[in-house]
């Protein structure tokens, strides 16, 4: 995941494709993002809610690894949201939108960040008094 996959013609050395490699939270097992609540309360109608991003990767990958992690806004290099470990939670997200995303990211000992998980927020009226 976070990769970039090229397809080069053999003989020309032309690239043919590009793609980007992403996984979702969803497709991962021991890889919880998550917002609570969810789905996000948008009880006055002005299309924004409030809840927080919890995470949780204590049993994500092969063996547990002790992970620097960010959460960030809109877009993998978006404004930081929160950071922690294997597993945290942010302040209340208070502009929070139907389809909003947040990412996780993986900091590596360079700083450099790779995507683990995206969550796209999803609002609803159906839990307001």
């Not at 690239?15 to 991962?28: K, P, T, W």
């Not at 299309?47 to 049993?59: P, V």
């Not at 939670?89 to 996780?104: C, D, E, I, N, V």
């Amino acid at each position: 995941h976070g990769r970039t996959l090229v397809l080069v013609d053999r003989d020309t050395g032309a690239e043919l494709a590009r793609a980007q490699a992403r996984v979702d939270a969803a497709g991962c097992p021991g890889l919880d993002l998550r917002l609570d609540p969810a789905p996000v309360p948008d009880c006055d109608g002005d299309g924004r809610g409030t809840a927080r991003a919890r995470w949780d990767l204590s049993g994500f990958g092969e063996r547990p690894v002790q992970r620097s992690l960010r959460l960030r806004r809109d877009t993998p290099d978006g404004a930081l949201v929160a950071a922690g470990g294997n597993v945290g939670f942010s302040a209340p997200l208070p502009w929070l939108t139907h389809g909003r995303q947040l990412w996780l990211m993986q900091v590596g000992g360079d700083g450099t960040e790779v995507p683990l998980a995206r969550l796209d927020a999803t609002l609803t009226r159906a839990s307001c008094p």
